[in-house]
Nanobody
Framework: QLQLAESGGGLVQPGGSMRLSCVTSGFPFDRYAMGWFRQAPGKEREGISCINSRAGTNYADSVKGRFTISRDNTKNTIYLQMNSLKTEDTAVYYC???????????????????WGQGTQVTVSS
């Protein structure tokens, strides 16, 4: 059974940093493209970063240059390093398996993707 478990969320001040982790199990992790999505209150869900099976990455313009996605195939885990955080980064962040990194962020999700439960990130002073 495919499982995704996000961790690392919490409260951080503007300008600060935070790292999210997503531990996975139940599928051939090294063959899957993985992504991070987020949803802020009152806003639509958005794809923000994606990493394919060869560790190629893609980012939404809203986080490019501030966020870094990575993967460790020995631990079946992906990470999201978030720097220079802004109040508008406040959202629930989701780990998603089996996305399509070769298309624009709005199209990364697909009917075969699997989602974690999410972790809250709050950027506030």
């Amino acid at each position: 059974q495919l499982q995704l478990a996000e961790s690392g969320g919490g409260l951080v001040q503007p300008g600060g940093s935070m790292r999210l982790s997503c531990v996975t199990s139940g599928f051939p992790f090294d063959r899957y493209a993985m992504g991070w999505f987020r949803q802020a209150p009152g806003k639509e869900r958005e794809g923000i970063s994606c990493i394919n099976s060869r560790a190629g990455t893609n980012y939404a313009d809203s986080v490019k240059g501030r966020f870094t996605i990575s993967r460790d195939n020995t631990k079946n885990t992906i990470y999201l390093q978030m720097n220079s955080l802004k109040t508008e980064d406040t959202a629930v962040y989701y780990c998603v398996a089996n996305v399509d990194c070769s298309v624009p962020p709005y199209a990364w999700n697909n009917p075969d993707a699997s989602w974690g439960q999410g972790t809250q990130v709050t950027v506030s002073s």
